[in-house]
């Protein structure tokens, strides 16, 4: 599953060469095992951790952090202090590991925590910015509705970084859920029953969730582009 | 709004993971339905909005696990400082303890002998205020006679 939608994303942009690369060991392993062999080998290594094996809980670590990096980038969108935020989380885990019963996967108690930690860093952060109407520049707009219909031209690097910004703070206007649920599956290439597995949902919940989703960041987008046309509309009979 | 009898389809179907008679099925209550026809469009524009636009998060680094490590061992270091100066804490306080115990024991063993002393002396006051009968009187009517006739 992770290889197939690895591959989509790889298609998608080189960088991501560098997520496929780096699909871990333990990874691989885990595709050669079944789903119940996997869980039942993970949860004799969370024994391990809990009994003071740092080996174990370096391999727990090494096996999650792809995915825990995934979400906080999802929630966050900010790489400044991502691998921080990840550090604080592997802490929190390891610190409270003994308190972890093992009924449920070690992941999504782990993901959890992420989640949590998100949650903190941004109420201590207050990094919710207020969404101001910074004007789109005409050839942004027309740049936005070409990569809408697949047919624009490339984007020039500086360009890219400038939509992506307009980009990331259409989706600060998403809960942070939302925003993880669209970023885990449309950025990092997840699929829904994993997405459902991270995020401790329903597989048709993640499905309706995400589909919302995608219809309010495009309502904010279509807002913002309509905005931004009709500013200009005002300013040309003056000019 | 869109038909909720289908929002959980929508994301298969995106995908391409539906199978032929539901795609079908899809397909037909898209050409009739303009509101889930256009939510759809929405859905896939914002897929290639991201998708085009976006990167994902970095990797962890190399150094990562190194770096965690490091920090549970300050924490676990800045525990140890916590526990030990808690642990020289509760010394100090039992020997303070036992020491206000050992004096409070002492105190009361000295204030008790005090206590005594002060009941003998009453004793004696109480004797030296009311004088003894007089010896030898063979009735209460002599005895009576003495006391008011001894000076108070």
């Avoid at chain 1, 996967?105 to 919710?128: H, M, P, Q, S």
């Avoid at chain 1, 697949?150 to 360009?159: H, N, W």
């Avoid at chain 1, 998403?174 to 991270?198: C, D, F, H």
């Amino acid at each position: 599953m992770w290889k197939k939608s690895g591959a989509r994303t790889l298609s998608k942009s080189s960088c991501n060469l560098k997520q496929m690369a780096h699909v871990s060991k333990s990874e691989a392993q885990n595709r050669a095992v079944s789903p119940s062999e996997a869980a039942a080998e993970e949860r004799a290594i969370v024994r391990r951790a809990q009994a003071g094996d740092v080996s174990a809980y370096e391999e727990l670590v090494r096996r999650h952090q792809r995915r825990v990096f995934a979400i906080l980038g999802g929630i966050l969108r900010r790489n400044e202090d991502l691998e921080d935020v990840a550090q604080q989380v592997f802490i929190k885990v390891y610190l409270s590991l003994k308190r972890f019963d093992l009924r449920s996967a070690f992941g999504t108690w782990l993901y959890k925590i992420a989640v949590n930690e998100c949650r903190d860093y941004l109420r201590k952060k207050r990094a919710r910015h207020l969404v101001y109407e910074a004007d789109l520049s005409e050839e942004q707009v027309w740049q936005l509705e070409g990569v809408e219909s697949e047919q624009g031209p490339p984007i020039s690097a500086e360009r890219r970084v400038e939509l992506q910004q307009f980009l990331n703070r259409l989706l600060d206007e998403l809960s942070e859920e939302e925003r993880a649920m669209l970023v885990l599956k449309e950025v990092e290439g997840y699929s829904v029953e994993e997405i459902g597995s991270m995020l401790d949902m329903n597989v048709n919940t993640v499905k309706v969730k995400l589909f919302r989703a995608r219809g309010r960041l495009m309502e904010f987008y279509r807002r913002r582009l309509r905005a931004a046309s009709g500013r200009r509309k005002e300013r040309k009979p003056q000019t | 709004m869109t038909c909720s009898k289908y929002e959980h389809l929508w994301e298969d179907y995106l995908d391409g993971r539906t199978d032929a008679a539901t795609r079908a099925e899809l397909d037909a209550h898209l050409k009739s339905c303009a509101q889930c026809r256009e939510a759809v469009e929405a859905a896939r524009a914002s897929s290639l909005l991201l998708r085009s636009l976006l990167e994902p998060a970095p990797e962890p680094g190399l150094g990562f696990w190194t770096r965690v490590q490091a920090d549970l061992r300050e924490t676990a270091a800045a525990q140890n400082d916590f526990w030990g100066s808690l642990e020289k804490l509760a010394w100090r306080l039992s020997f303070a303890a036992t020491l206000a115990l050992a004096l409070m024991v002492g105190y009361l063993a000295s204030s008790g002998a005090g206590t005594n002393n002060t009941a003998l002396n009453g004793q004696t006051e109480i004797r030296a205020l009311v004088p003894d009968p007089a010896p030898n009187l063979a009735s209460k009517d002599e005895v009576l006679l003495s006391l008011a006739g001894s000076e108070w």
